[in-house]
């Protein structure tokens, strides 16, 4: 069975969310740099872990809510025309209909907002997945990198953690993957460098 994350592992979204974050850090922030290894460190988080990181690091001014519906307002319309990564659509389908395999999706992000972003793909992910998980679901008690969403989809999918392959693009994910016991753990090396 192969479990594969959403943002930037399935779909090109993880740029418009650093977008969204540095326009919002700009107008209300302490002036400090949101470079790269900042981004790495809340990249596949929970949102309420990244949002919360953010607000405190950049001492911003506005609540929570604020912060993420300021958040919101630009991703409203970008989010729904986020397109797939490059060679995944052939990939998934490949791995469903070729080798019969069961693929689901576990991701940090809320059930509204994963729906958003899959408005334009909706028969892609009904042919070829058979369950999604997302960061809301009560079974999850720890975000990631804490390996409870990956457990959640291998359990639903009727697997084994060791039996399953997870593809994940952030540090923060990869160690999920890395701490549930799967037998392989795919992530993007050219995200950052991780110590095993």
């Given at each position: 069975s192969i479990i594969f994350d959403l943002d930037g592992t399935l779909l090109d979204t993880q740029r418009l969310y650093d977008e969204a974050n540095q326009l919002v850090i700009n107008q209300y922030g302490n002036g400090k740099q949101y470079d790269t290894e900042l981004q790495v460190k809340i990249h596949?988080?929970?949102?309420?872990?990244?949002n919360k990181y953010l607000i405190e690091y950049f001492g911003i001014k506005v609540t929570m809510d604020e912060f993420m519906s300021k958040k919101d307002a630009y991703l409203k319309d970008r989010i729904p025309q986020c397109k797939p990564m490059e060679g995944v659509?052939?990939?998934t389908h490949?791995?469903?209909h070729k080798y019969g395999l069961k693929l689901a999706i576990a991701t940090s992000a809320f059930r509204n907002s994963t729906d958003i972003k899959l408005t334009n793909h909706k028969d892609w992910i009904k042919e070829d997945f058979d369950i999604i998980i997302t960061g809301e679901d009560k079974r999850i008690k720890k975000g990631k990198p804490s390996p409870d969403i990956f457990l959640v989809a291998a359990n639903d999918l009727g697997v084994k953690p060791e039996e399953c392959i997870i593809f994940e693009d952030a540090i923060n994910g990869v160690q999920a993957g890395l701490n549930t016991g799967a037998s392989i753990v795919v992530g993007k090396p050219d995200n950052?460098?991780?110590?095993i």
């Open positions: 596949g988080a929970s949102p309420s872990f990244g659509k052939e990939l490949l791995l469903k950052y460098a991780i110590n």
